[in-house]
């Protein structure tokens, strides 16, 4: 049948009109049919809220010497403290309750990790915005400060900061920042030098726009997503830097115990056979790292080419 | 002789979509070729031409159904084998040529292996035996210096060279068919011209019928003896190529010619339905345009004049690479006129864009150069205002529709974010303008409000449109706008453009490599070589009957599209192809000289 | 290429010393030496005498200069906590850390590489989804906690092989290798299955994604349009491209075996050179930490270069000038 050529054609009106999508339609397209990607969110969102709400979830406040006494120390899981408050997960050799222990250590990891993230991915975009809009001694002098960062291992760099400036919650946000920034700097770099042969950024110089603007309203928005799709492998990898620092003695101090210092310090009961002090908050760790990389990779996952609509 | 090789009956192939929808590729298409046949499948992108080369080899993503019919082989129904009965049709009986040969053959294998792996799946050839033949079929495809070219990685040759040691592959087996995607598009006209040579050639020989998919309708007028015309995944006309391109009898196949830019006349609108605006938004919009340009220039004074225009390129030295000069541009002087359209031609590294780019003041020119421009030298401009005022008079439409805009802002803020961010209007204003300047290149005005991922390729080209034109500029530089469209799209844009000049009497400078679209829309023409004006003039003298041997080169080389003439095959037995190419993509001066010899003979 | 390796050896060298001054002037900022070798007992003119013979008296600078003097020579000083040279202290644990990280990447090329090659070609099946389910769980469970669980399940539960130490070793060519005496070995399994895991891990999902990549190429498409066996295609057409990334990053995963090692060989007490830092730093034992980092600096600079002339035999595409 001979098809009427002006009424087949795309009508642009038509095309126009298709609805943009909504975050909560674009949100649900990433998760869909992806059951443990669906239950890694839910967990971070549980993980998140129990962190917010630690003191009036966690039967005592680990902090505070007063409520510690001695005398309970080293009870196993399912015991009861001195003063009747029932202990679900036990107690570490201080008589500090493990459960209330991990929720404050939850905090602590949560808050170093995303603001070490937060703050190191910022200054890493910048700076790769910057090395790729202004080229020349600025991108030379930005790009060979992060070969430099990137030719060393990151836990090193950790420990070496740690060495010179001391222990302690700042210090540790800071070396987490100082690891963080160079690979995003780099990734940014890469994609803003891709986005800057574009027409469009031709297009915004003939129209005399100043190179901040076309930094800001033409780069930035373009060049930000492989971040973001990183973002989270970010986050879960800071966490585990922060534990792992902790772990070797060079993070956060005894008295504000992270998880990975509440692991450490059951480390030595561990061949004596008092487990739970070590393990509770070791699988606490490992199920937030879990949750947020299985949502990291389903993100992943989805901004790839190659995989979209193939899964 | 006219024995069946492939029957494809009722044919649907059908793609599951993420929404749950289905997309249907191909729809109930029936087709036969018979052994030694020449047969063309045409149609723009998304007619599914492809589609029907991948089931006939079984190469189909894996989560295509076959819903209706299937393609036969001799009687044999592929469409219905498994996965490891292909192994005796693949390269055996039906060979396959990619449209891309760069990125058709394996960039970390050598050429020599990669041909004589195919050689010990398909023949009984083996070790030195296999090595011979390779090296005999090489010279078959006409590919120079065979022996040494085995040992080469693909990157090291140019486009046509892989194209040609790829059609050694595909005839290694001597198979009945061949299939060839688009086998030329990635390729300059002269390259694809010899390379289409070889192709016949190779095939008549050894009586190898040929499906040749592709959507330029000059090759198909070469080349093929029978024609199919696709739509959507639809048939929509087929008959013996003469018949389908002189008298098409169905709308979209008349369209579809119409479309076409003939080199060898020139008409003053393309006889393709294009949209227009609003009459009164578009008033609106022609009124805001010219309530500027009361000083386009004197009668007879040019408005642009460039002298001594050279660009050198150098990479600076890096870890992996010693630094080095490429000169793109040497030497160009031109006058353009006001209200007229200047042509650039040129193959691609001809340095035609970069011209462009110069003037625009995207790229500086080497010292030496004068570029004036309404009666002023643009060194001259000193103050902020003066420079931005010049800057916005000078606009450009660019070449990739899907990389012009940005995609993070809405096609109304692509237009006038820049007035807005320079305090030239409010945003309530901005919001008016960009809606009439909609209308006026034929969009609707509420669409203003869509980002550009919603909008077709044509369609974002006429969102480019309107964006130059907010600046209300006296000069546009056309970067091969319609070169990534479809000829009907493109057609209609060119209409548009020759529309929006006669209204508002704007000047300007069109670089293609496409000769016959240059004849349409330019009134003088620029032949371009390696950075180098060969050849400068009117565009019914340098375009009909040239001077220079380069352009005689280009003009032969063209697959021409002449349907009143009926169909030509390709005259290459009077021509004793021996078209030498070398490790750069552009034909040397000695190839052109050949070419144009040959084409006089 | 010989222009490329001079370059990158001259580039090579600008690092190392950067680097070098940074870890100096970084120590020397973080604890005095005199505080922490100094006796109760020591008077005012003790401590100044201490400083004289530690020639931390002097400026900054003039030390740096002396330091890299020494440092050229091959001496890097001595540590103050085990007074011997710290070249000697380094070379002595160096063996145990390297043993450990080797048998660490054999394992996790070895398991990792075909995973990945295996869950990238096979999507749909069963096996990838528990493939790629237990790289990511593996890859989240901190090394750490990793060796305790270890610990804790072979030592502690099983009591199958033990827990720390590096048992007995054979002498070759002067140095003590745990890897050739049954003993030794069985102290080697856990430390370097500890590391194994993370990196079977990284190179499984670098080749899935690699392989998926690769997969979707034209030339891919084209060369079973060729009519070749589907398995010399994989081993062919797809290992040679996926192979360029691994080997990336198999030679930056190598040095963060070695940085990592600090972390399990604290967890196994295994002596090697990991241990030696994270001691010489509680220590304050600052010759030691500078030339642990320096030596560390100098393997990575080494190691990208060989990274970087192997990439260029493997990519025809790259031809270094």
Known sequence: MPTDVTTVEVDPVAAADKAEPTFAEKFWKVFRGHPAAL????????FVLLAIFAPLIAPQDPYDQTQLDILDGLLPPGSQLWDGTPSLLGTDALGRDIL???????????????????????IGVFMGLLAAMKGGWVETVIMRTVDLKMSFPGILLALMVLAIFGTGIDKVIIALIIGAWASEARLVRAVALSELKKEYVDAARLAGLSDWRIMGRFLFPNSISPVLVVLPMSISGAIGAEATLSFLGVGVPITEPSLGLLIANGNDYILSGKWWISIFPGLVLVAMVLCINVVADRLRDHANPYLRGKD | MTEQLIQVDDLTIAYPMADGEVFRAIDKFSMRVNRGQIVGVVGESGAGKSTIGKATLGLLDENAVIDTGGVSLDNVMVTKLEEHAFANIRGNRVGYIYQNPMTALNPVLTIGEQIIEAIEANTDKRGSAARAYAIELLRQAEVPQPEDRLSKYP???????CQRIVFAIAISAKPDLIIADEPTTALDVTVQKAVLDTLVKLTRQENIAIILITHDMGVVAEMCDYVYVLRHGKLVEEGPTAQVLKEPTQPYSRELMAAIPRIDHKVDRFAVPGGLGKAEDRKRAIDYLMSRRADAGKEGEPLLSVRNLSKTFSSKATALKASSDFKAVSDVSFDVFPGETMGIVGESGSGKSTVGRMILGLHTPDPGYEITYRGRNIIDLKSKAEKLAHRQSLQCIFQDPYSSLNPRMTAGDNITYALRAHGTLGREEARKLSGDLMELVGLPRASARKMPHAFSGGERQRIGIARALSFRPDFIFCDEPTSALDVTVQAELLNLMKDLQDQLGLTLLFVSHDLAVVRQMCDRVMVMKAGEVVEAGACDKVLVDPDHPYTQGLLAAMPRFRPEVGHLAMNLRQIPSVHKETQCRNPTASDVLSISRRSRQ | MLNFITRRLGQSAVLVLVMSALVFVGMYVISDPVAVLAGEDFTEADRQALAAELGVDRPLIVQYFNFLGNVIRGDFGSSFVYNRPVMDLILEKLPA?????????????????????????NQKKPATKTISFATTVGYSIPNFWQGVLLIMLFAVWLQILPASGRGDTVEVFGVGWSMFSLNGLSHMILPALNLAIYTICLQARLARSGTQEVMYQDFMTFARAKGISRERIVRRHLVRNILIPIVTITGLQLGGLIAFATVTETVFSWPGIGKLLLDSIHNSDRPVVVAYLILITLMFVTINFIVDVTYALLDPRIRYT
């Open chain 1, 39 to 46: 239950a890694g969110l839910i967990g971070i969102t549980v």
């Open chain 2, 155 to 161: 990157h090291q040759l140019s486009g046509g060279l």
């Open chain 3, 97 to 121: 850390t390297l043993e450990v990280a080797f048998l660490a990447m054999f394992i996790g090329l070895v398991v990792g590489i075909p995973l990945g090659v295996y869950s990238g070609l």
């Open chain 1, 100 to 122: 209330s222990a991990v929720l404050y250590g939850l905090r602590i990891s949560l808050f170093v990790a995303l603001v070490a993230v937060i703050v190191g991915s910022a």
